[in-house]
């Protein structure tokens, strides 16, 4: 659990969020950089997971499409793992047309979307200290 | 690709996550490019009709369309700029679809700062390189060029040679034969000279008795000879600061010749009657259609002048040597004269435009010209048919590059074109048939002529040196 000393972005929710991957991003914009882009993400993760939430609870198979590919593009690109590979499950079997299985494995990202938000939330607050 | 090259890049990024497009503009950011976003396929195209950017990031999850669409669309509307497909994880036969379908390249998400700007930069640097090869594309095939019409290869050397002599003082020597456009071609190296605010004087040397030409060039002062009434300044003095332009040069009489050569010495003349000299900045361009070397070694020409104004010879080609030309000059020739003539042709048959482009055309652009003319007054209808072509140009051997001249009822020769319509005559033959009766009739006295059909006589001369020179003949019905 030392990956945030090791990577330096001053936290420690690797569980929800790959650090280096955020480390790198600090690398290619700057730390006031990254810190505007977290905040940019933190907000669109949030509308994305409420939408997939949203076409899960509606049964609405295009918008549950549409919406856990956005999701995993975006988890994918700030290093939110576990969510990218549960968009991209959800993702794959609406594509397949196995939209029961896709409802199924749907089940539990927004626990998921959750705890990444939080962990989004405390990186934010722990890069505006540093 | 350097910092100032960059910085001229437009990008547009069409992405519909703000976190996304915020994320590769952070990326960008270094690079100084001018960075601009849109969410939809529809925004990116409308912004596209108003843009015009260096590289285009596309997503191909668009919530109004497919990223191939908007790709399609952007060739389909032959917009230049780089299209960089954007593509999820697992979407590699898509992105091998966009590159087929004209993307340059392609980035599988997620992707870092490095991956972005390196082929970003790339793909710039290619898109660079192709718009330097449209500019020289452009500069080096020109459809025209001044009062030139064609894109053909020896026209393209003939650009160049004007493109780059014009700005010099030399003297430039044209040769070429009648209907060539020799005039054409001295009217575009003055347009093309830094003597462009001052006058071109034109002279043509047929067209004017020899006894008046000196003071044509020269001037006189009043008083000179009988009927210098007034001192008159010459073209010399009319094209100071500009260019003179000497047609038919070989027509000038040796004496005058070498007052020419003098002159072109020395930058300084005197009037016809003056004893003071009096000098001008003139460049001299020269033309003829005769042979000049033959005409040196006949004694015809001043070997001394010919070198002084044989600087830089330009060699206008015929039109037969000039194939992809023939059908692009015929064409504006049938716009212009349909237009003047109000009359409907808009083409002409495949067998015609073949026929045309196997003409010989002995009196080049302006024997086109006449034919075509020809063939607008006497005809009606969209298209030029076989039938409505003059019989030398329709029958076999006349006009044909390969044949002769033949025997027929009526026949093409030089700029001539004899209608088949035996109740009407061409408005040039009606024409010399009155001057030629006239001046019968004034037993040789061309001025006299000229009086009495109320022309000046240069008129009547440069047609007389016109009708010789190409052969006109109107004895062959």
Not at chain 1, 104 to 111: D, F, K, L, Q
Request: net charge negative; charged share 25%; hydrophobic share 40%.
């Amino acid at each position: 659990m030392n990956n945030a000393r090791k990577h330096n972005i001053g936290y420690r929710h690797q569980v929800f969020v790959d650090l280096g991957t955020l480390d790198n991003l600090k690398r290619d914009v700057s730390a006031e950089g990254l810190r505007v882009m977290l905040g940019v993400f933190r907000q669109e993760l949030a509308e994305r997971i409420e939408k997939v939430d949203g076409a899960l609870s509606d049964s609405d198979e295009d918008t549950l499409e549409r919406q856990s590919h956005c999701l995993k593009s975006i988890a994918g690109q700030f290093g939110a793992l576990p969510l990218q590979k549960a968009a991209d499950k959800i993702n794959e079997l609406c594509k397949r047309k196995q939209y029961q299985q896709a409802f199924s494995a749907g089940t539990g990202i927004g626990e998921l979307g959750t705890g990444t938000l939080l962990t989004i939330d405390r990186l934010i607050e722990a890069m505006a200290r540093i | 690709m350097n910092k100032q090259d960059i910085q001229e890049n437009i990008v547009l990024i069409v992405e519909d996550s703000q976190t996304l497009a915020s994320t590769y503009r952070e990326f960008l950011r270094p690079d100084g490019y001018a960075v601009s976003h849109v969410e939809t396929g529809q925004d990116a195209l409308n912004w596209l009709s108003e843009n015009h950017p260096d590289a285009i990031l596309l997503d191909l999850m668009l919530p109004d369309m497919n990223g191939l669409d908007v790709l399609r669309e952007i060739k389909l509307r032959e917009i230049s700029t780089e299209v960089m497909i954007v593509t999820a994880h697992g979407s590699v036969d898509i992105a091998v679809e966009a590159i087929r379908a004209g993307a340059s390249d392609f980035l599988e998400k997620p992707f870092n700062s490095g991956r972005l700007r390196t082929s970003l930069s790339n793909i710039l640097q290619k898109h660079r390189l192709a718009n330097e090869i449209e500019i020289y594309r452009r500069e080096f095939t020109r459809d025209h060029y001044h009062g030139f019409v064609g894109g053909s290869l020896p026209m393209q050397a003939i650009y160049r040679i004007i493109e780059s002599a014009a700005p010099s003082k030399a003297a430039i020597f044209i040769t070429g034969e009648t209907g060539t456009g020799k005039e054409v071609c001295a009217e575009a190296i003055h347009h093309e000279s830094n003597r462009r605010a001052k006058p071109l004087v034109p002279i043509n040397c047929a067209a004017i008795p020899k006894e008046l030409m000196e003071s044509e060039i020269f001037g006189h002062v009043k008083g000179a000879f009988t009927g210098a009434h007034n001192d008159r300044q010459g073209a010399a003095m009319h094209a100071d600061g500009g260019t003179l332009f000497l047609d038919e040069i070989c027509e000038m009489d040796l004496d005058l010749q070498s007052k020419l050569l003098r002159f072109i010495q020395t930058g300084t003349f005197q009037k016809v009657g003056s004893n003071k000299p009096e000098e001008v900045d003139i460049r001299i361009v020269c033309a003829t259609n005769r042979d000049l070397q033959a005409e040196v070694q006949a004694g015809r020409f001043r070997e001394d002048l010919y070198y002084r104004l044989h600087v830089i010879p330009i060699a206008l080609p015929p039109l037969r040597e000039r194939d992809e030309d023939i059908l692009i000059i015929a064409k504006l020739f049938l716009e212009r004269y349909s237009q003047e003539e109000n009359k409907q042709f808009m083409g002409f048959t495949p067998e015609v435009e073949d026929i045309l482009r196997a003409g010989r055309w002995p009196g080049n652009v302006r024997q086109l010209q006449n034919v075509i003319r020809n063939i607008v007054v006497l005809n009606k209808g969209e298209l030029v048919t076989k039938d409505m072509l003059p019989s030398g140009l329709s029958s076999s051997g006349a006009n044909e590059r390969t044949g002769s001249s033949t025997v027929s009822a009526y026949s093409l020769s030089g700029d001539t074109i004899v209608s088949e319509r035996p109740s009407v005559q061409p408005l040039w033959l009606v024409e010399k048939r009155a001057i030629e009766s006239t001046i019968e009739a004034c037993n040789g006295n061309v001025p006299k002529a000229a009086a009495i059909l109320e022309v000046s006589a240069s008129t009547l001369y440069r047609k007389i040196q016109r009708w010789n020179t190409e052969g006109v003949n109107d004895e062959t019905e």
